[in-house]
């Protein structure tokens, strides 16, 4: 069955950190991805999105994630966090079948920045 | 402005009790989807919708109903709640196709005692 995991359930960085959030997925097929984040009491947004073309994709907030197709990897990071990214990061996987979109969500990371 | 309304944004219901979440998009999108999201479980989906008239469950289905009358709202209906379905929901939708995201609602908080 198709899965994404995500390594880290909590994680905790000082401002000024490094951040690398870990994703694998499971499916052999092609697939599309994306991280979503959730900040605390909203919705999801979506953070950024690989659909082809460089594996390096650059999102929003200074955020970049690296698809490497071999580890089934799309790792999420960012080189200097601020208080304000705390939230939670949801890594998924799209899977096209059919037609339609059916999206795989990891159990997600829950990011604390402390200032 | 472009959106997916749901509503409530909080509900809390006795077991039994019929309740309908709605959710409504401007966006004329095809595709329509509800998710559960529960600590450490990531979001899961409950049923999905391709387009009017056609529904199908998604990964955990049980204990819901949905309906797709027309394109623009798709509610979650749950006829009989339990206490296990107490839960974060989002609504979500996008244009059919693998290159759309998923916009999402601002969710619903259900309490279900």
């Known amino acids: 069955a198709q899965s994404v995991s995500q390594h880290n359930h909590h994680v905790i960085l000082s401002e000024a950190a490094s951040l690398e959030l870990g994703c694998n997925y499971s499916?052999?097929?092609?697939?599309?991805l994306f991280w979503y984040v959730q900040y605390p009491g909203q919705h999801l947004q979506l953070l950024l999105k690989y659909f082809s073309g460089d594996p390096l994709v650059k999102g929003i907030k200074g955020f970049e994630a690296e698809f490497i197709k071999s580890k089934f990897s799309f790792n999420l990071r960012k080189p200097s966090v601020q208080w304000s990214d705390t939230a939670e990061y949801f890594c998924?996987?799209?899977?096209?079948?059919?037609?339609?979109?059916?999206?795989?969500f990891g159990a997600g990371t829950r990011l604390a920045v402390h200032p | 402005e472009a959106q997916v309304t749901q509503n409530p944004r909080y509900l809390i219901t006795v077991t039994g009790k019929k309740l309908t979440v709605t959710c409504s998009q401007n966006m004329n999108h095809e595709y329509m989807s509800w998710y559960r999201q529960d600590p450490g479980l990531g979001l899961r989906q409950i049923y999905y919708s391709m387009n009017v008239e056609v529904t199908d469950k998604g990964d955990v289905p049980e204990g819901y109903k949905v309906s797709r009358k027309e394109k623009r709202n798709f509610p979650l209906i749950l006829e009989s709640p339990s206490p296990n379905q107490t839960s974060l929901y989002f609504c979500?939708?996008?244009?059919?196709?693998?290159?759309?995201?998923?916009?999402f609602g601002n969710g619903t908080r259900l309490t279900v005692t």
């Open positions: 979500a939708s996008s244009l059919f196709g693998n290159n759309s995201p998923l916009h």
């Open positions: 499916y052999g097929g092609t697939v599309n």
């Open positions: 998924a996987v799209n899977l096209f079948s059919g037609g339609y979109n059916k999206l795989i």
